[in-house]
């Protein structure tokens, strides 16, 4: 990995464009001992005419063996350590309903739960209960608790799952957990896990207790669970690292708040595949880096279906001379992780990647997959590896040392 | 890449001898999609059998992306960590001009430039100067320029261009720079970047007051500026860290500087290739390790001029016959940078690399090219890792562990 401050210190500006295409979950494996992997089962005549006059390779979201969540791997293919810089969970579940953090907040995952009358946890889910519950609940909470000093934000997410957000200064995320992952007994009160964190504790103890009250005559969801809590990262921007005008066209909140995290503006994307390609074509003009993320291959991984996973990356590759009509400079095409049909799940195998511009050097890989991938002259890499790479074919990195 | 400290435990001697054959800018890229590269184009029977029996593989100077100047590339040639023990210009400059530095010296990089009555520059290359003229008023602020205590250098480069060194205790070169890059304005002041640095920041400002005088009546060459103080780094010599008694053979004074400041011996070299390879048989019984340097692949790389650049490789590649010949007992022929033609300069590419040996492992690359070389079993691979490697193909590091 090239240190980030070395990188800095080498970047030119210019008015090259690059284009980062990200397949969510794109890497899969073979249903059967001898099959072919999503990716390989494709009709991609595009990213294979690509493939033959790029270079390819693989990429490791994190490391070896390592598989990754939607956080980290996005921002290793952003090219910020996802070790050194990992999102808290509240955030990230804040970040995916597009709620707008500021550095003071505090988030967390909050679960509507179930106790009985000596309160003890009887569903830790409420019976999943309906959304428009779910948001029912939020808004009675976010109405009824009252906390001195504090701005509190209960923000429902889908079934018996909100956001809650504290706003004040000084809040500090060393809390425990409440959920106690069991049944049969009470939520656990929040504890500071260092001495700094002892008022942000009391604040969450209180606004449990409050809940509690507020909820106690409703049924199923008569209780709140709280983990995960976190504050807003303060990662450098792109912008600063790499000297470019970062967008991204992501149909899922989650992706954008990702990119927004890094200093990338959010661009309308619509809700198809097509949507997000317009909107790469609508706004070309006015960035450097287009971040475009096409979420549906993971969720056919995530539900075991091959088939569909197989359509969404054929609907991509016929969408792709929409983006290569703009000629980009420089085009990576790959997955922030491998999400197998095989596995309903994100996994620790490395994810194809191909690398188009003018300058870069031609393998001998004549097709896009993992197979084809694995001799490419990129190798297996490293995913931060991919930005220092995606700028220097884009000519924005000066030479080090004389 | 391995710790120094664990390498230089290893280190056995023995009687091997280990060549490294540098072909200056060696990657190169295809000047149209479809083409090869000039390494793929040249005729190299010699070097692709040395392929076939030994392996190959690419090597990244200083990392992914990362375009690297001749220092630092040299410098993770010979198995330094480039980006730690980075070079100064103002040294690299002296060691261009085969000035031998001291530990106590301070070299920077100088300019002759024109002033106007008020003192404001009005050419920041004097109109770049004939040599001759470079020389004659190098030659006069070296006669004319007396600090006390301080012995000064002032030696002509080229042009415009020459090499300040002041030699006295405790120097310190954490200084500004006095060319303020633009017209118009008076040459910048030295001032000290840190408190240690400030008598030798006046110093510098005594000198430049007394070239000041000493040039107020020449033309157009009236002024000095002055940038890239830097002082000699202290590196362990490659006998202390491998046990080697290396020598280089490099034409180019720039290289066997170089090679000095690792503590080999520059060998005269004469002017072309072939005498070259005449001082390495004429020098094979007095040193372990030969670092060969073959400097135009770099300069016609840097021209864009591809043909030339096929037929120094392919020049290379007739005269290995007389490497061969000695029997050498690890061999190892790369680049130290790319330098594609179709770029015209040093680029990021990893850098084609094969090395060959009685007891290295072939693998199944039958030429040497980039392509070839991507399937070779080096793979990618950080050029740190090269010295490691030939010595360990020289047999020259024992067990770690028992």
């Known amino acids: 990995m090239v240190e980030q401050s070395l990188l800095q210190g080498l970047v030119v500006k210019n008015t090259t464009k690059i284009v980062m295409l990200v397949m969510d979950g794109l890497g899969g494996l073979p249903m059967q001992p001898d099959g072919l992997t999503e990716l390989e089962t494709a009709r991609t005549p595009n990213m294979d005419a690509l493939a033959a006059s790029g270079q390819c390779g693989l990429h490791e979201p994190i490391g070896p063996g390592i598989t990754p969540g939607s956080g980290p791997s996005h921002l290793a293919l952003f090219g910020y350590d996802p070790v050194e810089c990992?999102?808290?969970?509240?955030?990230?579940e804040a970040v995916g309903i597009d709620f707008p953090l500021t550095p003071q907040d505090m988030a967390a995952r909050g679960n509507f739960c179930t106790i009985d009358a000596q309160g003890n946890i009887t569903d830790r889910r409420a019976g999943r209960i309906p959304t428009e519950v779910c948001q029912r609940l939020s808004a009675k909470l976010q109405?009824?608790?009252?906390?001195?000093?504090?701005?509190?934000?209960?923000?429902?997410?889908?079934?018996?799952?909100f956001v809650l957000v504290l706003r004040a200064a000084d809040l500090d995320p060393a809390l425990s957990e409440t959920d106690p992952q069991m049944?049969?007994?009470?939520?656990?009160?929040?504890?500071?896990?260092?001495?700094?964190?002892?008022?942000?504790?009391?604040?969450?103890?209180?606004?449990?207790?409050?809940?509690?009250?507020?909820?106690?005559?409703?049924?199923?969801?008569?209780?709140?669970?709280?983990?995960?809590?976190a504050k807003h990262p303060t990662l450098s921007s792109m912008t600063e690292r790499y000297g470019v005008k970062a967008a991204a066209i992501a149909?899922?909140?989650?992706?954008?708040?990702?990119?927004?995290?890094?200093?990338?503006?959010g661009l309308p994307s619509g809700n198809t595949v097509a949507d997000?390609?317009?909107?790469?074509?609508?706004?070309?003009?006015?960035?450097?880096?287009?971040?475009?993320?096409?979420?549906?291959?993971?969720?056919?991984?995530?539900?075991?279906?091959?088939?569909?996973?197989?359509s969404i990356i054929e609907e991509v590759d016929q969408l792709l001379p929409r983006l290569m009509a703009l000629k980009p400079d420089v085009v990576v095409i790959t997955g922030d992780h491998s999400t197998p049909a095989l596995l309903k799940s994100h996994s620790w195998h490395p994810v194809p990647l191909l690398l188009h511009s003018a300058v870069?050097?031609?393998?001998?890989?004549?097709?896009?997959?993992?197979?084809?991938?694995?001799?490419?002259?990129?190798?297996?890499?490293p995913a931060v590896n991919i930005m220092p790479l995606a700028l220097a074919n884009a000519l924005r990195l000066t030479k080090f040392g004389a």
């Open 251 to 265: 149909a899922y909140p989650m992706y954008r708040g990702l990119a927004k995290l890094v200093g990338m503006t």
């Open 183 to 229: 049944l049969g007994v009470p939520p656990l009160p929040v504890k500071p896990l260092e001495p700094a964190a002892e008022r942000t504790a009391e604040l969450v103890n209180e606004f449990i207790a409050q809940a509690r009250r507020i909820l106690a005559n409703e049924h199923p969801a008569n209780m709140v669970l709280l983990r995960g809590f």
């Open 276 to 310: 997000e390609f317009t909107a790469l074509e609508q706004n070309w003009a006015d960035y450097d880096f287009f971040y475009l993320h096409v979420k549906k291959t993971d969720s056919y991984g995530e539900d075991g279906d091959f088939n569909h996973k197989v």
């Open 143 to 161: 109405a009824e608790v009252k906390i001195p000093g504090v701005q509190v934000f209960v923000e429902p997410v889908k079934e018996h799952r």
């Open 86 to 92: 990992e999102i808290g969970r509240g955030v990230l």
């Open 360 to 381: 870069c050097r031609p393998d001998r890989t004549k097709t896009f997959g993992e197979r084809a991938c694995t001799e490419g002259s990129l190798g297996v890499f």
